[in-house]
T-cell receptor, first 110, second 115 residues
Framework: SQQGEEDPQALSIQEGENATMNCSYKTSINNLQWYRQNSGRGLVHLILIRSNEREKHSGRLRVTLDTSKKSSSLLITASRAADTASYFCATDDSNYQLIWGAGTKLIIKP | DAGITQSPRHKVTETGTPVTLRCHQTENHRYMYWYRQDPGHGLRLIHYSYGVKDTDKGEVSDGYSVSRSKTEDFLLTLESATSSQTSVYFC??????????????FGSGTRLTVV
């Protein structure tokens, strides 16, 4: 079953612009994670934010977490063509698993 | 991806035949996972392992079995392949469970086509 739901499903922006994608989830969590998947490749872990954190940065990535709204956002600043990929959020559950959303497909236009 | 390899990378098989996919890790991680990825469904967990000989079912385990006889290898077997099992299969590893604030490392995937 899917816990996280990303929004939008697809996003197309110009190179240099900022990209924001959102994730909502249903149950209480210990952490929320974001992953990137380039076409035809495996997923790559980008960033993890703990439930007691509200914001976290990693390079051009900024993640926020609002546990009261059960939502998170991933901001990619100054986008590049290489950021073209699908982005997934995932949350932990009590059974050693991550629960995944369906992903946001990001296209950066040159 | 460093430390985790999947084999084969591509396979075409006939309906009704058994198929085994292999995930091999050199990270000595305790947890291993098999997922399938299909358009419109995201990642769906098939089976996972939390130690040698310790495995459990995920949400789409019907028609699949797994074995983990040693830390480094996690095998996924399609007992009698069907066209609905045409998919891309990913293996993931983790040293700690996700609740311990630990992420996954993924393999590059196996593209399986059942004809």
């Amino acid at each position: 079953s899917q816990q996280g739901e990303e929004d939008p499903q697809a996003l197309s922006i110009q190179e240099g612009e900022n990209a924001t994608m959102n994730c909502s989830y249903k149950t209480s969590i210990n952490n929320l994670q974001w992953y990137r998947q380039n076409s035809g490749r495996g997923l790559v872990h980008l960033i993890l934010i703990r439930s007691n954190e509200r914001e976290k940065h990693s390079g051009r990535l900024r993640v926020t977490l609002d546990t009261s709204k059960k939502s998170s956002s991933l901001l990619i600043t100054a986008s590049r063509a290489a950021d073209t990929a699908s982005y997934f959020c995932a949350t932990d559950d009590s059974n050693y698993q991550l629960i995944w959303g369906a992903g946001t497909k990001l296209i950066i236009k040159p | 991806d460093a430390g985790i390899t999947q084999s084969p990378r591509h396979k075409v098989t006939e309906t009704g035949t058994p198929v085994t996919l292999r995930c091999h890790q050199t990270e000595n991680h305790r947890y291993m996972y098999w997922y399938r990825q299909d358009p419109g469904h995201g990642l769906r967990l098939i089976h996972y392992s939390y130690g040698v000989k310790d495995t459990d079912k995920g949400e789409v385990s019907d028609g699949y079995s797994v074995s983990r006889s040693k830390t480094e290898d996690f095998l996924l077997t399609l007992e009698s392949a069907t066209s609905s099992q045409t998919s891309v299969y990913f293996c993931a590893i983790s040293d700690l469970p996700p609740s311990a604030n630990y992420g996954y490392t993924f393999g590059s995937g196996t593209r399986l086509t059942v004809v």
